[in-house]
């Protein structure tokens, strides 16, 4: 619930925490088998790595849940978004992240991106083949300008 977030939280969607630059591991979700990101403004530090691994290993962690608690080491320095659910697709920022695999936004099954939406957007995310056959579209962001001066097409091979 949105009005529940703790303050520092609503905070870092203001400043812009949630950036694939920022997510710092990636967790699992026990329920859905998604992974859902961690973030943290600044860099880890290779112990703190191993001991966020080793927390993520033996956390059970769900969507929206507290990965981090209040007296944990990580506390502050870490965060997952609060206001996720199992139902949600998987975090845009997770793609631009080093984390990232071709796993389908929806689902988290293999996906792949559509060559078609790609040639009118730079962001298209993946989607696996239940999900196309679904109906659903691949998610999209950062439309090509409609009007930008192109140079001449590169001969395809
Ligand atoms: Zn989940
Ligand atoms: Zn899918």
Excluded at 39 to 58: C, D, F, G
Aim: glycine share 8%; aromatic share 8%.
């Amino acid at each position: 619930m949105i009005g529940q977030l703790p303050f520092q939280l609503k905070q870092a969607e203001e400043t812009g925490l949630f950036t694939g630059q920022k997510v710092r591991q990636v967790v699992e979700c026990q329920e859905c088998g998604k992974p859902r990101c961690i973030y943290a403004n600044h860099e880890l530090t290779s112990r703190q790595e191993t001991k966020l691994v080793t927390m993520i290993s033996e956390d059970q962690y769900t969507c929206g849940g507290p990965l981090i608690e209040p007296g944990d080491a990580f506390y502050g320095v870490t965060q997952c978004r609060l206001n996720i659910t199992c139902g949600d697709s998987i975090e845009m920022p997770y793609y631009s992240s080093k984390f990232c695999q071709e796993i389908c936004c929806y689902c988290g099954e293999p996906g792949e991106r559509s060559a078609e939406k790609l040639k009118s957007y730079k962001t298209v995310l993946p989607l696996c083949s239940a999900c196309k056959s679904k109906g659903f579209e691949p998610s999209t962001a950062r439309p090509y300008g409609p009007k930008k001066p192109k140079n001449k097409p590169k001969p395809k091979k």
